[in-house]
């Protein structure tokens, strides 16, 4: 099976918002409802888990309800940072999925994600083991040498990772097993990619797009109205 963990446990407080930014609404819809649907839509997931702040958790079984979300099988409440969410998830879905099963962990607040992204995620995942959305970078890269730059990077040696950050599920486990019993989750952050680079581990790429972004600013909820309103333009002409 296909299974998004898809991470709705933050306060968004970047944003400025009186909600947590998963949960604000863009033309009467809350983004996470968005980003669940990319996935429910998707003819390759079988079951989803929402890993939600606690204090939303009625409002998200609410959510499910009115917009049929029907593959949302879990829910379970957030850690205190992406780490501690990630091992919620995880630890949650240990008796009920199995070790080849597929884990796809996605930013509740990503609802720019297409099938395609998602689609070559888990192929990659499937041949490889693990597998992140990857391009390099359109702009210019420089160092960050306090207010100035002093030394051009060349962009086509790095690589800019988004998400569905995609594991077999004993890969995942296994990584999170030993992080804990090697103490490093206070000291790595904040993603899963973070500590497989700290632990020595390889990343492989998948398919990625410049409008798979993560929502995190009032401009980025702008970007997202206006992408919404071009879909059905085009859906409608």
């Known amino acids: 099976m ?3 963990i898809i991470l709705a446990g933050g306060v968004g407080s970047r944003l400025g918002a009186d909600k947590p930014k998963q949960f604000i609404e863009v033309l009467g819809k809350p983004v996470l409802v968005y980003t669940i649907e990319a996935f429910q ?3 390759e997931i079988d079951a989803i888990e929402v890993v939600c702040i606690e204090s939303h958790i ?5 959510l499910i309800k009115e917009y049929n979300l029907d ?3 879990w829910i379970t409440k957030g850690g205190k940072d992406f780490q501690h969410s990630v091992i919620n998830g995880v630890n949650n879905l240990k008796d009920k999925i199995d070790d080849e099963d597929i884990v796809l962990v996605h930013y509740g607040a990503s609802p720019f994600v297409s099938e395609d992204i998602i689609s070559d995620a888990i192929r990659v995942c499937k041949e490889k083991g693990n597998s992140s959305p990857a391009m390099s970078s359109v702009l210019l890269l420089g160092s ?3 207010e100035k730059s002093t030394q051009w990077i060349d962009r086509d040696k790095v690589m800019v990772l988004n998400s569905p950050q995609c594991f077999k599920f004993s890969y995942v486990s296994q990584l ?3 992080a804990i019993e090697k103490g490093l989750l206070e000291k790595i952050e904040p993603h899963t990619t973070t500590l497989m680079y700290y632990m020595g581990r390889e990343i492989y790429f998948s398919k990625s797009s410049q409008t798979n972004i993560k929502i995190t600013t009032k401009e980025d909820i702008d970007l ?5 309103l071009m879909k059905e333009s085009r859906k409608n002409s």
């Open 2 to 4: 296909n299974i998004p």
């Open 41 to 43: 839509n998707h003819p």
């Open 58 to 62: 009625d409002y998200l079984k609410e």
């Open 71 to 73: 593959k949302v099988k």
């Open 144 to 146: 960050n040498d306090g």
């Open 176 to 178: 999170y097993e030993e």
């Open 224 to 228: 997202f109205e206006g992408y919404l």
